[in-house]
């Protein structure tokens, strides 16, 4: 299975902040990388497809990039609702692995 | 408006089975491919199977391959998730959730179901 492995683990901002969290793939994945965003008690959110697609009603400030084995997430300008959990998933070959999550708290 | 229903998550003990089910409405279910992910209490996702539209194409990640079993029925517009020899590593919330392929080629997840609680304990 193709592991995938984000940085940071946590992650402390304010609003107003611009953060990038990234995700590393054991082997190349091209550009078949997504991400979601998970509020406590909530479930997951896609927020980004084949790593830089943003999903239909998500915020510009949400932006992906990335190819191959390394990707990341960057949020410009952090809202008070973008204070959650992160996950990357590789869509490259099942199993469809999850990264183990980012999370952002706030400062 | 699209609706995917779980039930079926109850304790178990260790050893012991469960059937979870996904109910669809809203979209034309035997289109779609569907996934199951887990995630355990205070940690993150895991995602555990995959089932194409017509049941031909099923994977299972390596933590619970031989144990479980992915199934659908089309004309009852419902997944279903056959779990065998829990474990307590098994406790888990069960998201069921609709696979999409865009133009690109690429596949996500784009609408989860609210979640079945597994607990396997004694």
């Known amino acids: 299975d193709i592991q995938m492995t984000q940085s940071p683990p946590s992650l402390s901002a304010s609003v107003g902040d611009r953060v990038t969290i990234t995700c590393r793939a054991s082997?190349?994945?091209?550009?078949?990388l997504n991400w979601y965003q998970q509020k406590p008690g909530k479930v997951p959110k896609v927020l980004i497809s084949a790593a830089s697609t943003l999903q239909s009603g998500v915020p510009s400030r949400f932006s992906g990039s990335g190819s191959g084995t390394d990707f990341s997430l960057t949020i410009f300008s952090l809202q008070p609702e973008d204070f959650a959990t992160y996950y990357c998933q590789q869509s490259y070959t099942m199993p469809y692995t999850f990264g183990q999550g980012t999370r952002l708290e706030m400062k | 408006e699209m609706q995917l229903v779980q039930s079926g998550g109850n304790l178990v003990q260790p050893g012991g089975s469960l059937r979870l089910s996904c109910a669809a409405s809203?979209?034309?279910?035997?289109?779609?491919?569907m996934n199951w992910v887990r995630q355990a209490p205070g940690k993150g996702l895991e995602y555990i199977s995959y089932i194409d539209s017509s049941s031909s194409t099923k994977n299972y990640a390596d933590s619970v391959k031989g144990r479980i079993t992915v199934s659908r029925d089309n004309a009852k517009n419902s997944l279903y998730l056959q779990m065998n020899s829990l474990s307590v590593e098994d406790t888990a919330m069960y998201y069921c959730?609709?696979?999409?392929?865009?133009?690109?080629?690429?596949?996500?997840?784009?609408?989860w179901g609210p979640g079945t609680r597994v607990i396997v304990s004694s």
């Open positions: 959730a609709r696979g999409r392929s865009s133009d690109y080629g690429d596949y996500y997840l784009d609408y």
């Open positions: 082997q190349s994945i091209s550009a078949y």
């Open positions: 809203g979209f034309t279910f035997s289109r779609y491919s």
